[in-house]
């Protein structure tokens, strides 16, 4: 299936940084609580990611990542998750994490 670059521009990915990774124990499959700054247009938002294979909370920290930020708020157990980070599987299907490899202002979008 194709798209046009029309169905594309609706989908809205910015960059943002990592300010806050937590433990979300109550999670069905393993993951962690981000809250990302996407600049002063977006702002703080905060999203479930299931990226602990890879990704210490440490390492999260100051970490800039791509995310959706246009699709509509997703409870997830007991946590809203409001937008979705992105990444592509590794040859075991964990998650490794999209994100600039400069770093660029908080809620650059890509195009």
Known sequence: MTITYDDFTRVD???GTIRV????PEA???AYKLTI???PEIGIKRSSAQITVHY???????RQVAAVVNFPPKQIGRFMSEVLVLGF???D???VLIGPSLGIPDGGRLF
């Open 28 to 30: 069905r499959h393993p």
């Open 13 to 15: 990915i910015r960059v």
């Open 93 to 95: 299907g964990a998650v």
């Open 56 to 62: 210490t909370l440490d390492s999260l920290v100051g």
């Open 89 to 91: 599987p590794d040859a």
């Open 21 to 24: 990774a937590e433990p979300y």
């Open 37 to 39: 700054d996407f600049g």
